[in-house]
């Protein structure tokens, strides 16, 4: 909150957030137009262009400047840890670049989820897995060693997709022992009328 005295003497209040532009978090205002005038969309365009993932690109396109210190300074030392990450030769995993929220919505509702879009499953916890082995190893990156303890540890549901589906999305014999056991059924069964043909082939041949 900051005073000023108008022309009569009175003390008047005006928030922070008018002198700023800045109202909880939001862009408004002049700060807007001197946003459009720095061009900062184009910044935003060319960061979203070295994203690896949808879901990243639109958190790029979405960024907005923020007012507050703590935030600025978790930022910035974010930044220079990841920089650091790079310049060590670090490399992170990313999984497949699809959206992957409409799979994960429909499977909460219930629906049912074709082979190959679990096989993106696997790919995403296989990713997720390598980033979490190779962030936590740097303890001198104390906000990316964060971030890597925060990564769900999904290895008991990527076993199981890799178990159930093959790499083309088929579904394989060992996904339950019901299935195993109607496959293998089924199998003897055509192998058994394969028989049946065949002798009735070559007794038809005999005639």
Known sequence: MTNH???????????????T?????NVLGGIAETLELLEFHQIR???????RTVIGREAALSLTPSRDLLEIASRQQETTEARQFLDQGGSLEFGPDIDLREYVHRAILGGLLRGEELNHFQDLVKAARAARAGLSRHEELPLLSSVAENLPDLRDLGQAIFSAIGPGGEVLDDASLALNQLRLESRSAYHSLNQVMDRSLRRFQRQ
């Open 45 to 51: 365009q060319r960061l979203a262009e070295y994203t």
């Open 21 to 25: 532009g800045f109202e909880g978090g």
């Open 5 to 19: 005295f108008d022309a009569m003497g009175q003390t008047e209040h005006t928030s922070d957030s008018a002198l």
